[in-house]
DNA sequence: CCTCCAATGTTGCCAACGTCAACATCAGAG
DNA sequence: CTCTGATGTTGACGTTGGCAACATTGGAGG
């Protein structure tokens, strides 16, 4: 917004990007939105930003350095989304279950983001430090919540982590299962998580 | 190497192979136990088998295509392990856990293969029949579960189907979660599935 | 203001991959 | 015994990820 003044500008592309780094990393976002995982190509981002096929390696080491770049920012994004949630629904009960909900609709509303994030393109073994501080932040705001309930006596005196995954994997399993097809009738991915909303307080709550 | 058929490897490698498509699965298979799901290439599955890099096609459309008879093989497998531990379990309570665990056991001791079963590779619309039926057979299994202990009114009268989405995304859950090594600590698995049972059963028992 | 350098972007190139087309070989029906 | 459809092979092509060598630039130090 503040560019140096000196000079004509010229109209032609600079050699220089100026934040790369970013453009490269947005549209590796629109493309797998667009057209998933598989049809990330580090030559069409480059096209697409208006760079060469190769500049991509001063920012990122190979390809699946820019998936864990991305699925980083998704877990920045997920755990910005179920915080908003749980503090908008005013940290009690329902918002616990507004965090439950908003958790499935990132997922099923950018399925192939979600995929990256959980679906094995990152190394499995020698994970990427940031990475795993990432995802154990979004974890963390579950946690949290659910230390706040427990603190209300809204819900059992359990391990917090171990209750914390139990609903984790829950929810996990819902938005997975709904990513993947196996919950095609309109709806169902709503109405399985009404249910299991209803039955996890059933199994959870403070008697 | 001489391409002529008197190799004295095995008995006999003659032009046909015999059951090719099945040694060709068995080595996808194979492959991508050892490997991971990237580290499968049809030229090396050919080469392994001892069959060119094309024969493949002659059995399988492409590559998806193969992809998909694993994962109908892996749905298949999944399906009769939890028969059997339903059957062998007893058909009551305890059986009901067994599967769970059952279930989660086969995803983590085939991380890979259950990844090609749900982690996006086969088509995701116009989905393979063949595929889905086997997918719906092994949730069926669950689903008749269910029905039965509901029947002896060891478990609350709801709908049958939505209480076994309910189920089958938790163990999900957990399986993927395991798998994705979101649960790195010893034990964490187990600890997760022995709390989550004990929870689930208080969530969706006969009162 | 000039010079030089490290950061940044480009072009040439390569091996591996999936896949198609044309050809080779075989097993079994007639 | 012959013919044919099924099965397997070879050659080739376009695409991809990635390396190496080169080009361009903004900015720090003189």
Redesign the pocket.
């Known amino acids: 917004m503040t560019p140096s003044t000196r000079g004509a500008r010229k109209p032609r592309r ?5 934040n ?1 780094r970013r453009a490269l990393l947005d549209e590796a976002l629109a493309t797998i939105r667009a057209e998933g995982v598989d049809g ?5 981002i ?1 096209a697409r930003v208006g ?5 991509l ?3 990122f080491a ?3 350095a820019l998936l864990t770049a991305v699925a980083i920012e998704g877990f920045r994004t997920l755990r910005q989304q179920l915080v908003t949630a749980w503090e908008a629904g005013g940290r009690g009960d329902a918002a616990f279950q507004s965090m439950g909900l908003a958790y499935v609709r990132f997922a099923v509303a950018n399925p192939s983001h979600y995929r990256v994030m959980f679906g094995g393109f990152v190394d499995p073994k020698a994970r990427d430090p940031e990475l795993a501080a990432e995802a154990e932040g979004a974890f963390q705001a579950l946690v949290d919540a659910l230390a706040a309930l427990q603190r209300d006596a809204v819900m059992r005196g359990d391990d917090t982590v171990l209750m914390a995954r139990y609903v984790w994997a829950l929810v996990h399993g819902v938005a997975t299962l709904g990513i993947d097809g196996q919950l095609r009738e309109p709806g169902a991915v709503e109405e399985l998580m009404r249910y299991a909303f209803e039955r996890l307080r059933t199994g959870i709550a403070a008697n």
Chains 1, 2 share one sequence.
Request: overall charge positive; proline content about 4%; aromatic content about 8%.
């Open positions: 600079p050699y220089h990007h100026g790369l990330l190509t580090l030559r069409a480059g760079v060469s096929r190769t500049a390696y001063r920012h190979d390809k699946r």
